[in-house]
């Protein structure tokens, strides 16, 4: 073989390992699998999980009554051990009001807004958190279940997108890392297939509850890519992917990861 | 007043060795971190933390900046009489934490 021609071999078996398909849904791992014994063992035990320090702030803020319609989540909603078993596996899910879909985040703000009369909670804040974290440990254990219809199709397709297309400084895309080379090493760290089975989850490294859009923030930022602000609907799409292409497989909120 | 979680038998055999584990919510600040307009952050962590069995220490540690926020900490006794395990953590700010849990021996 001539050089030019390696050249050009070399570039063809690059260009197709870019292009690699999805995971097949068999060889799907949560991030669970990825880490150590020890950091298994917090997640495994409540009374180790930090994150259950959360759901227990919100196990009170689920019967305070708020905002000026005086009415609290319990009011509409009952007991969220049984009635909201379930919710977060669905989530995001589309809003006839809004026409597009809405992850459970913003799902509590309209409750807040809409129903209460209260003030949103910010992103992130310890309320939103608390709540987003005690939902969705209703429907752990329960398989992740994203209604595939017409209404949420076009903003799959733009989730879709979103994860395969080379963005940022380091013209990479979410699919090199977390489809192609998933199992491999990043700093040291392993690169998972990027399931957000257990959002919001406890990081070690944040030393605290976090969201799934700020960990997909963390990403855009390390990709030195745009960083669209919290609740933009960029990322609302892309959880709705993620969380499409974790079909199936359990929800572990709130999840513990290193 | 934070948040503490404890894990511990409600019930033991006499001479059993227990594990028990604690939990709390604290941000651990350490101190060297600056905020957004470069000033340092003030320290505010637990420096001590004490357990008692019906009155008698039989644990204590001193925490220190390096230790990670909500602090989890595990430790063994023997459970030799029914009673109760006091827990306090001691705080920069006057912070202060109390939890108890009571255990039967049989």
């Known amino acids: 073989m001539t050089r030019p021609a390696a050249v050009l071999f070399v570039i063809a078996v690059l ?16 991030g669970y699998e990825f880490m150590a014994r020890e950091t298994r063992a917090m997640q495994d035990d409540d009374s180790a999980n930090p994150a259950t320090l959360w759901v227990l702030d919100a196990e009170t803020l689920w019967q305070r009554k708020e905002g000026s319609a005086g009415k609290s989540c319990a009011d509409c909603h009952g007991d969220a051990r049984t009635n909201m078993r ?3 596996a669905r989530y995001p899910a589309f809003n006839e009001a809004r026409g597009r879909p809405i992850d459970l ?28 974290a005690y939902v969705g440990q209703q429907s752990r254990g329960m398989p992740i279940d994203i209604a595939n219809d017409a209404h949420i199709r076009p903003f799959l397709e ?53 969201s799934l859009q700020r960990r997909l923030r963390n990403c855009l930022f390390g990709m030195r890519a745009v960083s669209y602000p919290y609740g933009a609907s960029e990322l609302v799409d892309l959880e709705l992917y993620l969380m499409w292409r974790a079909r199936g497989m359990p929800v572990e909120t709130p999840a513990v990861r290193p | 007043m934070a ?24 941000i651990m600040e350490t101190g060297f971190r600056p905020d957004s ?20 220490e039989i644990f204590r540690a001193e925490l220190f ?5 909500n602090p989890f900490l595990t430790f063994f006794t023997v459970a030799d009489e029914t009673g109760t395990l006091n827990f306090e953590w001691i705080g920069d700010n006057g912070f202060t934490a109390t939890e108890s849990v009571n255990i039967t021996v049989e």
Request: glycine share 8%; proline share 6%; net charge positive.
């Open chain 2, 3 to 26: 948040r503490a979680l404890i894990n511990a038998p409600a019930k033991a055999k006499r001479g059993e060795v227990i594990e028990i584990k604690t939990l709390i919510s604290h």
């Open chain 1, 158 to 210: 733009a989730g879709r997108v979103m994860f395969t297309e080379r963005q940022g400084q380091l013209n990479l895309s979410c699919a090199q890392c977390h489809d192609d080379n998933w199992g491999q090493k990043l700093a040291g760290a392993a690169i998972p297939q990027g399931h957000p089975t257990g959002y919001p989850l406890y990081r070690l490294e944040w030393q605290t509850l976090g």
């Open chain 1, 86 to 88: 379930g919710v977060a």
């Open chain 1, 15 to 30: 260009g197709a390992a870019a292009a690699a398909a999805d995971i097949p849904l068999a060889e799907r791992k949560s």
């Open chain 2, 65 to 69: 900046p390096a230790i990670a926020a």
């Open chain 1, 105 to 132: 985040e913003q799902r509590v703000n309209i409750c807040r807004t809409e129903q209460q009369r209260a003030t949103p909670l910010a992103f992130e804040s310890k309320e939103l958190l608390a709540l987003t």
């Open chain 2, 37 to 56: 307009t470069g000033k340092p952050v003030p320290r505010d962590i637990i420096t001590e933390f004490i357990c008692k069995y019906n009155g008698e």
